[in-house]
């Protein structure tokens, strides 16, 4: 099946309802191979999408989900992750997902019980994801090196997306110890943040 550029598309919210449809669009796209349960397993998927602090995003198209993102929140810190974003190959190409992701993240950030940062990560065995995270304004903040899949040699990339002006609310009237200037510098760059004290060694 092909996209037919005329098919309405509807970026919205996934229900119970949606279950059997996001495991085969999984199936679809990951051949079996995604490692999260969820992704496979009825019952651990409809527990998550009756949990409402979490953010599972599908957009659907032709009578069909053809993409989809979750966001698992932890409102008590006010953080919030996001994995899983799949397009099936045929839908590709129309920013189908960088919707779906900016419908999360206008969902978490303009809820009261929602989260300030969405954290993800990005796989460098495809330079799609780097892209679209780059372009919806996530910072990378590093690598992990303690990797599970080493498929293609792969390299796990931290990115961080922060809410509209709260980096300029965090506390800042301290002074940073020498150890980790070099760090701080590094952060500051990516982060666009002000200048901080050196503590007295």
């Known amino acids: 099946m092909s996209f037919e550029p005329d098919s309405p598309i509807n970026i919205r919210l996934a229900t119970v309802e949606d279950a059997m449809r996001i495991t085969l669009l999984y199936q679809q796209v990951y051949q079996g191979h995604y490692p999260n349960p969820l992704m496979r397993d009825t019952a651990k998927l409809g527990a998550f999408l009756n949990d409402t602090n979490n953010v599972w995003v599908v957009a659907e198209a032709q009578g069909m989900i053809i993409g989809s993102v979750v966001f698992e929140a932890d ?8 994995f899983g ?28 019980q929602g ?56 506390f800042s009237q301290f002074k940073i110890h020498p150890s980790i200037a070099r760090l701080f510098e590094l952060v500051q760059t990516e982060c666009e943040l002000a200048p901080q004290a050196i503590a007295e060694p």
């Open 75 to 82: 409102t008590s810190h006010r953080l919030a992750r996001s």
């Open 115 to 170: 989260a300030d940062v969405i954290y993800g990560m990005t796989r460098t065995s495809s330079q799609a994801p780097q892209v679209i995270t780059g372009k919806l304004g996530y910072k990378k903040l590093g690598i992990l090196p303690n990797i599970r899949r080493t498929d293609n040699f792969e390299t796990h990339c931290l990115t961080a997306l922060f809410a509209p002006d709260i980096l300029q609310k965090r």
């Open 85 to 112: 974003a799949a397009v099936l190959p045929e839908f590709r190409g129309h920013n189908f997902l960088e919707q779906a992701m900016h419908y999360g993240h206008e969902r978490l950030f303009s809820n009261e």
